[in-house]
Nanobody, 116 residues
């Protein structure tokens, strides 16, 4: 069982930046970020394979967000730039078991609030 702990959320003005981190207690496979706005379903934000050389983003964050990982530290990151109020929500880290693609582990989430 792998535990995921997110950090780095907070309150920022529109146009600002935040960097989220997700510390895993062990090695994982594919990792990703999802977010859930108030009253809405959880949606995909970005993902990255174990190798780090294959990433995928939701259209709404392309060019503004960058996902990366440090496999030595077992840590996932999400650099968020040019933040918009519609980026507000709880951001969840998720991971697959090592060598697999299916997301089975989830963090408890970190709140990101972007004020206009």
């Amino acid at each position: 069982q792998v535990q995921l702990v997110e950090s780095g959320g907070g309150l920022v003005h529109a146009g600002g930046s935040l960097k989220l981190s997700c510390a895993a207690s062990g090695r994982t496979g594919r990792m990703g970020w999802f977010r859930q706005a108030p009253g809405k379903e959880r949606t995909f934000v970005a993902q990255i394979l174990y190798s780090g050389n294959a990433t995928h983003y939701a259209d709404s964050v392309k060019g503004r967000f960058t996902i990366s990982r440090d496999n030595v530290k077992n840590t996932l990151y999400l650099q968020m730039n040019s933040l918009k109020p519609e980026d507000t929500g709880v951001y969840y880290c998720t991971a697959a078991a090592y060598g697999t693609l299916k997301y089975v582990y989830w963090g408890q989430g970190t709140q990101v609030t972007v004020s206009a």
